[in-house]
């Protein structure tokens, strides 16, 4: 497991002491509103994302676990993009929704990484430049407020360069697409397609038939045609977005940690019911190498 411990400032009653979890494949925040179950997260978030310690409202102490080099090669080998003239101080990294980021890869795993791996882990060293350019390739937080932008219709990009956006990634795997298709024509009776007829951005839409697989991909008259005849995703409604917005994540999002404020938000019951099954299935099938955990509020 990734994350492999969390130490909360308070416990549960006032005169408890502070709780200490293991968090397992899916561990799920309960509690009031304003109880601190986002600020939580939030902390989370931070210790991937940023690791600046003083920022930290609910949560005192999130323990990682530490990540081999072969493990760490393999994920930044996702991003790479090679460039003439690149040395291992200056490699060049494409990243989700992050964009083109320049890294000194050598000092990342030959220095950062055996810090990192340390125990104790010494607090002074450079967190945030690990955190920025590692740790946050493992972990993905969808907020309440951003769940319906993830299907918004993103610029297209060269398909040889690794995907920026999970929509490019789900229009690049015909399997990670087909099966995110299959959940929503089970849930909505509809197909979920990408639109690229736009030529400059990809755009979710929804169809009453599926494509042939030799025009899903394709620019003939036959394509436009079938693409003409589809419904965008973004003229639907918010659960139906939210839905296949935070589903789309889920299965193609490609990270250890998945962290979800309020995934019902927006979603009727049924819906809620299918992605928390999909959540929960999506964690049971991953290996241990790449454990899906959630952490949410209902």
Not at 99 to 128: A, I, K, S, T
Request: hydrophobic fraction near 40%; aromatic fraction near 8%; charge should be negative.
């Amino acid at each position: 497991m990734l994350l492999e411990h969390l130490i909360f400032k308070n416990g549960p009653k006032p005169e408890a002491p502070p709780l200490e979890i293991a968090p397992g494949r899916v561990t799920i925040f309960v509690g009031p509103n304003n109880g601190g179950k986002s600020s939580a997260l939030r902390d989370i978030t931070n210790e991937f994302v940023f690791n600046q310690a003083h920022d930290q409202h609910v949560v005192s102490e999130v323990r990682v676990a530490n990540i081999t080099r072969e493990r760490a090669e393999q994920k930044i080998s996702k991003f790479r993009v090679p460039e003439v003239g690149e040395t291992p101080e200056r490699r060049i990294f494409m990243r989700r929704n992050m964009g083109r980021q320049e890294v000194n890869e050598q000092y990342l795993l030959d220095n950062l990484l055996n810090q990192f791996n340390q125990r104790p882990r010494d607090q002074n060293y450079n967190w945030q430049y690990i955190s920025q350019h590692l740790l946050s390739m493992f972990a993905l937080n969808l907020t309440g407020e951003s769940r319906l932008g993830l299907v918004n219709q993103s610029q297209a990009q060269r398909l040889i360069d690794p995907a920026q956006t999970t929509i490019a990634a789900l229009f690049q795997d015909d399997a990670l697409r087909h099966a995110l298709s299959d959940i929503i024509y089970d849930s909505f009776q509809m197909h979920l397609v990408i639109d690229a007829t736009d030529m400059g951005s990809f755009a979710y839409a929804l169809s009453e038939t599926r494509p042939p697989a030799e025009i899903e991909r394709a620019f003939t008259a036959e394509a436009i045609e079938f693409f003409r005849n589809s419904h965008a995703l973004s003229a639907s409604s918010d659960g139906t977005k939210a839905f296949v917005g935070v589903l789309s994540e889920v299965i193609a999002g490609d990270v250890e940690v998945l962290i979800i404020d309020e995934p019902e938000a927006f979603l009727h019951p049924g819906l809620a019911y299918t992605l928390g099954r999909q959540i929960w299935l999506k964690s049971v099938q991953t290996s241990s190498f790449s454990l899906r955990r959630t952490a949410r509020i209902s």
